[in-house]
């Protein structure tokens, strides 16, 4: 699997956080809280294998920044959470951090291979 497959991997597991935090708020019913601990063992099972071929540092910095900003877009549209412009000003910053120590790592793992 190259660099590009573990950082879908990240990703992926990005995405199956904002699930599992999304349920620990929002269960209510023990079928809830079954699929919550589903998406917990699901979401760190794969960053776990991202994090096999990834910069660990890196991988996690992407894997929380990815699930802080998909939470709060996720309360936003679906949950009815006010917006903030300030809010979406700081996931933007925190989308771009997250965008580039994605660039400098892979940078980084290119120049450690020559």
């Known amino acids: 699997m190259n660099n590009n497959k573990h950082w879908l991997l990240v990703i992926l597991a990005g995405v199956i956080e904002v699930v599992w935090v999304t349920g620990l708020k929002h269960s209510t019913f023990?079928?809830?809280w079954l699929i919550t601990i589903i998406a917990i063992m699901i979401s760190f099972k794969v960053l776990?294998?991202?994090a096999k071929h990834l910069p660990l540092g890196t991988v996690y910095a992407v894997f929380t920044g990815l699930g802080t900003a998909g939470t709060v877009l996720t309360e936003m549209l679906v949950?009815?959470?006010?917006?903030n412009v300030l809010k979406l000003l700081f996931i933007a910053t925190l989308a771009a951090g997250v965008i580039g120590l994605k660039l400098v790592t892979t940078s980084q793992t290119k120049e450690s291979e020559v």
Do not use: H
């Open 30 to 32: 023990w079928w809830e």
């Open 48 to 50: 776990i294998e991202a």
């Open 79 to 83: 949950f009815g959470e006010p917006v």
